[in-house]
């Protein structure tokens, strides 16, 4: 008899070698309280759309939605009618029914809270994944996440839409040679139910570890003059990265070369554009080391908060939450 695990790993396996050759990668959404749930849809299944990213078509869904967050519960409704009138969308009363019934899956639940719980039948599945922002309500969450699917071998990342937006990935890719130092700003909408850059800050959070990378050490968190949220972390090297609440989207980076602008939003179609083919290949585009550096670089600056401005390290963060 084949062990589950190993059972699990050859299904991943298999699944993206067919994915691999297949022109039309069936997708499953869990999650319909999330703008993100329609607006990906159409990016997806609209050909005539401004940003169509061809290779995948979303044809199955599962509702989720969260009574203790209002703009979960209040919107859930309206994104599955739209779903179900303007795409075909087919509902499942549960993710293990959704999952006999797609190649890949996109989890889109606004409240991070229940990922993991959500995760677990898809990875179980052996389904690649795409986990939308915040990957999880907490960093612990996150590591059972990622922990899962790597022992199962099954394809998982997260991301922001704006990592991938085309100025801040000219920085990361050299254009102005090794990073000094960046600051990014973005709206940081809280959420009582999640450390506080996790609901909205986490934009300019992924924006910012676009540029600097992983290596961040240690975070002080503080406000701004006008009372803004203020992360300040220090990296490798004795490189500084800076996160704001501000309005918008944006930032810059300062490197051997020179000077950049980084941190623009350039709409979902780029972040689907990386996710297709990760369907496909069962290489993530972000790397799961990566991802949870920015997970405790939020969390670690929650604590801080906590400590009245004291600096802490990721490697706190991330021990604690083992």
Known sequence: MIHPILFSFFASFLAVLVLHGQKQIRIGLIGLDTSHAVAFTKI??????????????????????????????DRVDKYTEKLEADFGVKLYPSIEEMCKNVDAVLLESLDGRPHLKQAIPVIEAGLPMFIDKPVAGSVKDALAIFAMAKKRG???????????????????????????????????????????????GIHGVESLFTVMGPDC??????????????????????????????????????????????????????????????????????????????????????????????????????????
């Open 44 to 73: 997806l299944n609209d050909p005539k759309n401004a940003q169509h990213v061809p290779g995948g078509k979303v044809v199955a869904a599962f509702k989720g939605g969260s009574r203790d967050i209002p703009s979960s519960w």
């Open 154 to 200: 099954v394809p998982v990342f997260t991301s922001s839409s704006l990592r991938f937006a085309k100025n801040t990935q000219a920085v990361r890719n050299g254009s102005i040679g090794k990073i000094k130092r960046c600051e990014t700003f973005s709206p940081c909408a809280i959420e009582p139910h999640h450390p506080d850059l996790f609901w909205y």
């Open 217 to 322: 050490i240690s975070v002080r968190r503080g406000l701004t003059e006008d009372g803004k949220i203020e992360v300040v972390g220090k990296w490798k090297g004795g490189r500084i990265g800076i996160y704001r609440e501000g309005k918008g989207f944006g930032g810059k980076a300062v490197g051997e070369k020179g000077e950049a602008v980084v941190g623009a939003f350039d709409g979902y179609g780029p972040l689907l554009a990386e996710i297709i083919p990760f369907y496909k290949s069962g290489k993530p585009p972000v790397e799961m080391e990566e991802s949870l550096a920015i997970y405790a670089f939020m969390e670690a600056a929650d604590e801080s908060k906590r400590r009245k401005g004291a600096e802490v390290t990721l490697a706190e963060i991330l021990e604690k939450s083992k």
